[in-house]
């Protein structure tokens, strides 16, 4: 077991370079995500909404110091009108995000290549080129010192709406033993703070994803778009070892997942499960095995 804890903190190591500014690495990840709130409208429903996010993490170093990148992501979404369970409806997808990052010989530059095939789809008929998504990252890491890390790039995919670029930049300092400032924006930055040495972690996450899931042929295939914007509070709690134990709570400020119609940006009324909400709460709970850079090079 120790030589297999070993390989991975080897590999995960060659991923942050010399630099603990991202300061761990979960190998596998399972999360659940849930809200509900009340509609725009007149009716009075209210919607429960559900995810469930699977993701696995495997990185291979090469002996130029150049590694491989392979993630699987999964996300399945569950929305109810909770008045009438007869409203619901269901959303899911699965990417293999793989790449390569490319390290310069000083250890002071990072390039990240990764290119994303994916599926996201209601899932009521066979799967076809109406479900299939393609897109890809490149991010450029520059690395002053060992406490700092500056990032900028570009992600793009060809959603069901369209095509949809967000520039990235951010800067990844730890500040103290304690603090430490991550993440890449406009997607996900946190705060953290290290309250009990080396076991209890919390702080303040913010995250802005979008998404999008192509609907059936009896949907027309329409589609569903995801504009996820949050503000959180976290804590992540090792349990035992590796294995860690985390949740967030906190409010979107961003859009529920509505309904539009086929190749146009316009709102469908179509299915009522996918009409605008009010702002809601929302909690979050999840486990991983994870390894913490900073503690790996303590020990």
Known sequence: ???????????????????????????????????????????????????????????????????????????????????????????SSVSLPVGFQFVSKNKKWKTVLIVIPKIGSD????????DYQYGGIFLENYIPNDKVKIKAGLYYNREAFGNFFVPLVSIDWRASDRINFYGILPTNYKVEFNIIKNKLYAGLNFKSLTRSFRLSQKNNYDYVRYDEMQLKLFVDCFVYKKFLVFGEVGYTIGKNPLQYTYNTKDESFRNPVYTPLKNYPIFNVGIAYRIRLDLEKKE
């Open 123 to 130: 899932f009521k008929d066979a799967v076809n080129s109406y």
């Open 1 to 91: 077991m120790k030589k297999i804890i070993g390989v991975l903190f080897i590999v995960v190591v060659l991923l942050s370079g010399k630099i603990i500014a991202q300061p761990f690495v979960d190998i596998v990840s399972y999360n659940y995500q849930t809200f509900s709130s009340t509609y725009k409208d007149s009716s009075n429903w209210k919607n429960k909404t559900d995810n469930h996010f699977l993701n696995f993490f495997l990185p291979k170093e090469f002996k130029n110091g150049n590694t491989l990148l392979v993630r699987l992501n999964s996300e399945m979404i569950s929305s109810t009108i909770t008045s009438d369970s007869s409203y619901t409806s269901k959303l």
